[in-house]
T-cell receptor
């Protein structure tokens, strides 16, 4: 009964370092998403993948890249981390699109110093 | 970009009281979702609404999709301490593309025993 699983849970990076957040879902969902959550800002969409093999930019894509590795997995990469990318990152998935129920992972707390 | 206005930002209530929160927008939505987020966790779906005027309950929670398609409210009856958390509304714009799910900034609920 895993649902959406993302790793790591916590990470501290130095400015300029790179890292990849991993996400996997076991619900056979077509669509997957990466959001970031900042205090007082709600959830903002970084990138999404409507189906395997496709990715699209969301509201705040700058500084990020994504890969939809297969139907289950959707990774988020920070090529050169900046302090402004300190945030909580949530992976999510849904069956067809946002009109269908979106299920979230437990979050990844990233601090860039 | 598009915004949802969620209010109130925070609430401090006594256990047993009823709670009401709402989201409004100047744009038309075809889906409204209400989520709850506990500290250190990802948002969990509470109620999904897909039709204007729809009124849906989930235990002590009741949500409605506004008839104008520009608003939604969530009521919690007889609040209990475990209702504490941040409640988010989310909506998909009418005619929006996949990925176009917009989140409100959240209502932080505190319940005094």
């Amino acid at each position: 009964n895993a649902g959406v699983t993302q790793t790591p849970k916590f990470q501290v990076l130095k400015t300029g370092q790179s890292m990849t957040l991993q996400c996997a879902q076991d619900m056979n969902h077509n669509s997957m998403y990466w959001y970031r959550q900042d205090p007082g800002m709600g959830l903002r969409l970084i990138y999404y993948s409507a189906s395997e093999g496709t990715t699209d930019k969301g509201e705040v894509p700058n500084g990020y890249n994504v890969s939809r590795l297969n139907k289950r997995e959707f990774s988020l990469r920070l090529e050169s981390a900046a302090p402004s990318q300190t945030s909580v990152y949530f992976c999510a998935s849904s069956h067809r699109g946002p009109g269908n129920t979106i299920y979230f992972g437990e979050g990844s707390w990233l601090t860039v110093v | 970009g598009q915004q949802l206005n969620q209010s109130p930002q925070s609430m401090f209530i006594q256990e047993g009281e009823d709670v009401s929160m709402n989201c409004t927008s100047s744009s038309i939505f075809n889906t409204w979702l209400w989520y709850k987020q506990d500290p250190g966790e990802g948002p969990v779906l509470l109620i999904a609404l897909y039709k204007a005027g729809e009124l849906t309950s989930n235990g002590r929670l009741t949500a409605q999709f506004g008839i104008t398609r520009k608003d939604s409210f969530l009521n919690i009856s007889a609040s209990i301490p475990s209702d504490v958390g941040i409640y988010f509304c989310a909506g998909q714009l009418y005619g929006g593309s996949q990925g176009n799910l917009i989140f409100g900034k959240g209502t932080k609920l505190s319940v005094k025993p």
